[in-house]
């Protein structure tokens, strides 16, 4: 094997973590395009675990540090931020090897933070480092190195030449540093694709090394174009390497207390998961079918909520697909195991045709986004997707939601055949759109490059290039803050719309999902209450992205008497489970905190990223909207499958639907329900401890302790008197 | 008439928490029922518990998604 050029070098005395952390983080610099390669290591202060614990707090307060006002996403000043958190890489509680990645998104403009399952977090951290801060663009492609066994970093010129898609990166690189097989599983790599040149919506592929099948598997931080920013860095991979790996190795403080939680949680999930949400059979594709019968499957860009040909992508028929009876954790002790994978799966188009692959997922957010939204009910092809945009470097779910835009604006005509290249992109199409995927992947014509930048800016191009009328498409456009939205369907869900379009980064799942609690529970009937769970549960979902869990060990598996012991929301928030996190964290850190204490930790990171996207010319109340597709029907044939129902709404609004046509009874359901999300914005903020504007008040920075001059001075700037409740 | 979740629906002789989860089309395994303010044991009771007239049932679902 060619050996790589060395083009800097530098060696370093690892420090063992203790108490979860080895309070010392690396900042690597790839220079300007000069070649000026540096390397350096940085304290951890006690404020910044005291007030950003780890993970994203801390990619966060480094990026803060890092950029100005006027970074732009592709500037050298940007940085891609790694870090796991203090729990991060215990093996006796499952879901903890979850790695955060922090940057300023081409996509939405502002911070993003992404996160992977993978060994790099863990091994990270094993190496040395609390964080990892990779800043500057470099003059050639590199492939950079952290050497834990060795304390050594390198940055290496990239010997890949021909095929620098994922699969190909990660398997040779996995090879190329490990001594012998059974070292491979001590590497893990970070890479993206090819397509990362041309879209907004590259994603990074964690991997970690499977001795069972014998091959790399990848865990993608899909969201928000990570992979994009580590491309423009001229970053082809990182690579991080540590052979000594224990259940100690965290420095715990209470290794007795981590073994008793964690062997609890073990038992539920070995007693519990087979009759509750089968994760270690099929993973979070358990969903397909509930969410058809409850209307919230994304069918045809949201415009439905179900479709008659479910029983295709039922789960079913996707754990046949998966090979059973492997444990598909993605970090040790991860007896949840839902990193599903196939078994050898022949490719049937693209450059790898023909060839065998193992193939991780689909997970649900793939299932549903390259399926049901894009009108595919076909497993095979929906795998197929998944395989190559994981290759390439794409998103799924962006990529899923976007193509569902892209097609019904094709359905509608406001693109024609004349200007997707020939490509005959209807609903459910399945050779023209996988090929509009390998297109992206080589930004092979004008329109997959356009599409390739995102819904967003397809608004506008396809407006300004191809006459398509913008006003539809800002009807229909499934996008907030320039993401766009994952694969549920939240019209008839009040707090929902808050759970999507009143969020840090834009419409994605992982701050609330309130759909079953305000849709078919009933539990939140004021907007006070939606208000309450819209500020609760962001919050505790926050608090894993600051440790370095995974979320689903939370509340995809519980104890047996959860539904009995608890009722209502308290049922919800699965206490038992939330002691444990309270337990572990304890027992990692020595530290003494309340489960109340967990949500303030959140709410301070909470508001400072609020806070962050303010000082990029973002944060405001007019960052946060909805579009109309997400409150309701805006076509005759979106009313028209539920017409009682709908009219049923309009009644409850005080609005007599008897004797207008759909069309009216759509505009009046349309202007009720963007009156509904005005309230709720407002009672929101108001409970987030903001100001009319969206604006953290300088009230809520004081009470957090993250009222730093710089945060106090751009709030004072940004704060008017009429925007105050 | 029972109510499920504040929605009245007709109550008929015999009825069980099946009865209504299938009339409701509810079926995510992880839910909890209480009926009256009582919690109904385990999910292979759903088909033997009955379901009184006028009785206040809750289905409640749990969390789910992402």
Not at chain 1, 400 to 411: D, H, L, P, R, S
Request: glycine share 10%; with cysteine.
């Amino acid at each position: 094997m060619e050996r790589m050029k060395v083009l800097a070098e530098w060696s370093y005395t690892p420090v063992q973590s203790r108490l979860g952390y080895t309070r010392e983080t690396i900042w690597l610099g790839l220079g300007k395009g000069d070649g000026d390669y540096r390397f350096e290591k940085r304290p951890v202060s006690d404020d910044m675990i005291d007030k950003f614990i780890g993970g994203r707090g801390f990619g966060l307060r480094l990026l803060w540090d890092a950029v100005t006002p006027d970074t732009k996403w592709n500037d050298p000043e940007n940085e891609i931020v790694i870090s796991g958190g203090p729990i991060c890489g215990i093996t006796q509680y499952p879901g903890a090897g979850k790695c955060y990645s922090v940057f300023l998104s081409p996509l939405t403009e502002q911070t993003y933070n992404s996160n992977a399952g993978g060994y790099f977090a863990p091994l990270l951290k094993f190496s040395g480092f609390d964080a990892l801060e990779l800043q500057g663009k470099s003059n050639v492609e590199v492939v950079i190195f952290i050497d834990g066994d060795n304390g050594r970093v390198q940055i290496l010129e990239s010997n890949i030449k021909d095929d620098k898609n994922a699969y190909t990166v990660t398997e040779y690189l996995h090879e190329y540093f490990a001594e012998d097989e059974k070292d491979k599983k001590n590497i893990s790599v970070v890479s993206s694709g090819e397509a990362a040149a041309y879209t907004y919506w590259g994603c990074m592929n964690f991997s970690f090394y499977d001795p069972r099948r014998k091959v790399a598997r990848l865990k993608q931080a899909g969201r928000g174009g990570g992979g994009t920013v580590l491309h423009d860095k001229n970053v082809l991979a990182l690579v991080v390497k540590m052979s000594h790996v224990s259940g100690t190795s965290t420095g715990p403080a209470d290794t007795t207390t981590l073994s008793r939680v964690g062997s609890k949680l073990h038992k539920e999930i070995r007693d519990f998961d087979d009759v509750q949400c089968r994760m270690r059979t099929v993973g979070t594709a358990h969903l397909n079918e509930i969410m058809n019968d409850y209307d919230l499957l994304p069918v045809h860009n949201y415009k439905f909520g179900r479709h008659k040909d479910i029983a295709n992508i039922h789960s079913d028929e996707y754990t046949k697909r998966f090979a059973q009876g492997m444990p598909d954790g993605c970090w040790y002790g991860c007896s949840l195991s839902c990193a599903k994978a196939t078994p050898p799966f022949r490719l049937a188009t693209g450059p790898w045709k023909g060839r065998e692959v193992i193939v991780d997922g689909p997970e649900y957010e793939t299932a549903a986004g390259l399926g049901s939204n894009i009108g595919v009910f076909d497993p095979e092809w929906t795998i197929e997707a998944n395989f190559y945009a994981d290759h390439y470097g794409i998103d799924t779910i962006s990529l899923g939601t976007g193509i569902a835009f892209v097609c019904e604006c094709y359905g509608l005509g406001l693109i024609t055949r004349e200007n997707t290249g020939g490509l005959e992109l209807n609903f459910g199409n399945k050779a023209d759109i996988m090929e509009l995927i390998h297109r992206m992947a080589l930004g092979a014509d004008e329109f997959s490059r356009t599409v390739a930048l995102g819904t967003r800016r397809m608004k506008k191009l396809f407006a300004e290039k191809y006459g398509a009328d913008r006003r539809v498409m800002e009807d229909i456009a499934m996008e907030g803050q320039g993401l766009e939205a994952s694969e549920y369907r939240c019209q008839e869900s009040i707090a929902q719309w808050g759970g999507y379009f009143l969020t840090l980064k834009g419409p994605q799942h992982d701050e609330a999902w309130l759909i079953f609690m305000d849709m078919v529970n009933k539990q939140l009937p004021t907007f006070e209450d939606k208000a309450e769970a819209l500020f609760y549960f962001p919050n505790f979902r926050l608090w894993f992205s600051l440790v370095g869990l995974c979320k689903l060990p939370w509340n995809d598996i519980e104890p047996e008497d959860n539904h009995t012991k608890y009722k209502g929301i308290d049922a919800a928030k699965v206490p038992e489970h939330v002691q444990n996190y309270v337990d572990i964290y304890n027992a990692v850190t020595g530290k003494n905190v309340t489960k109340d204490d967990l949500i303030t930790m959140s709410e301070r990171v909470y508001n400072f990223e609020r806070i962050f996207n303010l000082r990029m010319g973002k944060g405001k109340r007019t960052d946060h909207n909805c579009p109309n597709r997400g409150l309701g029907p805006v076509f005759e044939d979106e009313w028209n499958v539920r017409p009682e129902y709908f009219d049923g709404k309009l009644k409850e609004a005080g609005v007599e639907p008897d004797g207008m046509n759909v069309r009216e009874k759509i505009a009046k359901l349309q202007e009720y329900r963007r009156g509904q999300w005005e309230h709720l914005v407002d009672a929101v903020y108001k409970r987030r401890g903001w100001n009319r504007n969206g604006i953290p008040t300088l009230e809520t920075v004081r009470r957090l302790g993250i009222d730093y001059p710089d945060v106090v001075e751009l709030l004072e700037k940004n704060l008017k008197p009429e925007d105050a409740f | 008439m029972i109510k499920v979740n504040g929605e009245e629906i007709p109550w008929h002789e015999g009825m069980t928490v099946q009865n209504i989860l299938d009339a409701k089309n509810f079926t995510f395994r992880m839910i909890s029922v209480w009926i009256n303010e009582n919690p109904v044991e385990r999910r292979e009771n759903y088909n033997s518990t009955p379901v009184p007239d006028g009785a206040e049932v809750e289905v409640v679902h749990m969390m789910s998604g992402g």
